[in-house]
């Protein structure tokens, strides 16, 4: 087995036990229409207009909770990494594709920019039920991105896709 297959075949592992975590042992039980969870699988590749990191990887676990108003991420990267302390920007971005039905408002919503050199992230922020109600809707719509300095426009990106 390649070593790329083999990496591939641990990520989709980890990415499943995070995931079947995040849902049963996550947040007390939440009504199906309350609580939304999705994930995007990161790499440099996806970042647009340029690639990103050549060999950066991650997930982001993003549940929504229209309720408490919240967005809450769980986001692991591989080889995203910088040996000096810096601020990593975790953000959720709209794709430009044409209008959508509400304006969200704020459609940059950054989830973390504390120095590390560990660019893993958990925590929630508070999110416009606009925002939710349209990620909701159009997931596919949303990515997840983390910026880092030596990648400043993007190191690895990644399409929501909600998990059923």
Partial sequence: MRIHDLRRSIRAVVTGGVV??????GAPAASADQERVYVAE??????????????????AVITTDSKAGTL??????ENVTEEEPYNPIFSI???????L????????MVLSAAETTNPDFEGCRSASSD????????????FVQVHTFAFSDGAIRG??????
């Fill in 159 to 164: 399409q929501l896709t909600e998990v059923a």
């Fill in 20 to 25: 079947a975590a995040l849902v049963v042992m």
């Fill in 93 to 99: 971005l709209l794709l430009d594709v044409g209008p």
């Fill in 72 to 77: 809450c991420a769980t986001i692991h990267t």
């Fill in 131 to 142: 925002l939710i109600k349209l990620i909701r809707k159009f997931p596919q719509r949303f």
């Fill in 42 to 59: 990161m790499t440099g590749a996806q970042v647009l207009p340029d690639p990103g990191d050549p060999d950066g990887t991650g997930t």
């Fill in 101 to 108: 039905p509400t304006d969200p408002g704020a459609i940059v």
